[in-house]
């Protein structure tokens, strides 16, 4: 239960950052906002700020949204209402859209800055964290135990998961030596399918089935100071984002299997991140927080990205797009998103 509330609130994190970017940059634009809402339906607890806010919790888990007066594309907005969002600059307008994309990059910063900083960088040298019931690590491994080689190859400095070597090894028998108690230990290992909750075996993203030992894998960790913390925490959302992107890439043209997920999905990674230790489920935390940054920036209707592309023509031009284009455009992506979030809900469940 700890687990499954620590995603929860994880997954309200990611939701509560993006919206809270829009929130406070339209604030700092003079422009007044209506609804600050976390989830999309009617407002099952509400509470109206001095501000006139009104900032709502919903039952549909899909995300959230800030409602600023005049964004709706077809409301009626009185030309002299100076805080309504169509009557403010464009620049202003492109900030407070840019800014929840923006603050959860930001905010994956932040988590690596904090998670470098109290815990350190993973250094060169693996170690058994846990082993896994049902598996033939089982009486042969122990917790504590550093990894040396696998089939003679040494694991030592090398940036791979020993769960990725395994797989590679497509079930057949290996050869873990270990370190216990300053002795060096030659362990043989036969490799098994996993499988998930129903009993169906599981699969990689090339369709490979999963094979396993039943170890756990952690690395120790070096201290590092604030200027090298600082610098990677900045890094690592440009590094993932170029992951993501080349992901995205491979998927488009086939060379990668899509593998979609929701909020059914989010939660039960974020708990299964969580029962590995709370540094697993900020490392996940982090990397959502990349993810749904770049999701919306994408130049997609319905979606921030979608938004900025005409403000950006706005902006260039210095004309404003034809309204009806534009509202046509985002309703046809809205409705797209909805059966998009359908699906993948549906595929939440089947799959959990």
Request: charged share 20%.
């Amino acid at each position: 239960m700890g687990n499954f509330a620590l995603a929860i609130l994880a997954l309200g994190f990611l939701i509560v950052v993006h919206e809270a970017g829009h929130y406070f940059v339209a604030r700092w634009c003079k422009m007044r906002v209506e609804r600050f809402s976390i989830g999309f339906g009617p407002g099952l607890l509400k509470r109206k700020a001095k501000s006139g806010t009104i900032f709502q919790l919903a039952p549909i888990p899909f995300g959230g949204f800030v409602e600023i007066k005049g964004m709706n594309i077809a409301e009626e907005v009185d030309p002299e209402d100076a805080n309504a969002y169509p009557n403010r600059p464009a620049w202003q307008r492109f900030l407070t859209i840019l800014a929840g994309p923006a603050t959860n990059y930001l905010s994956a910063i932040a988590l690596a800055f904090g998670l470098y900083m109290c815990q350190g960088q993973a250094g060169d040298t693996y170690y058994v964290a846990e082993v896994t019931p049902g598996f033939d690590a089982v009486g042969k491994i122990q917790p504590g135990d550093r990894i040396l080689t696998l089939d003679g190859v040494s694991m030592a400095g090398r940036n791979l998961q020993l769960s990725e070597e395994i797989v590679k090894k497509q079930g057949k028998p290996v050869t873990l030596t270990v370190l216990r108690d300053h002795q060096v230990v030659v362990v043989p290992l036969t490799p098994k399918p996993a499988v998930d909750a129903k009993g169906v075996p599981q699969r990689d993203k090339h369709n490979n089935l999963v094979y396993r030992i039943g170890i756990v894998q952690t690395a120790d960790f070096v201290d590092v100071g604030v200027l090298e913390s600082a610098h990677d925490a900045i890094v690592y959302p440009v590094v993932q984002t170029k992951a993501i992107l080349k992901g995205l890439y491979g998927i488009v043209f086939g060379s990668e299997e899509a593998d979609p997920g929701g909020p059914i999905r989010i939660v039960s990674e974020f708990k299964n991140a969580f029962s590995h230790g709370l540094t697993e489920g900020i490392k996940l935390l982090m990397l959502l927080s990349v993810y749904l940054g770049l999701f919306n920036l994408l130049p997609l209707p319905a979606l921030d990205g979608g938004r900025l592309v005409f403000l950006g023509y706005e902006m260039v031009t210095r004309r404003r797009a034809n309204p009806k284009i534009e509202t046509m455009v985002h309703m046809v992506g809205i409705m797209v998103l909805m059966v998009v979030m359908l699906l993948v809900t549906l595929h939440d469940v089947n799959v959990f």
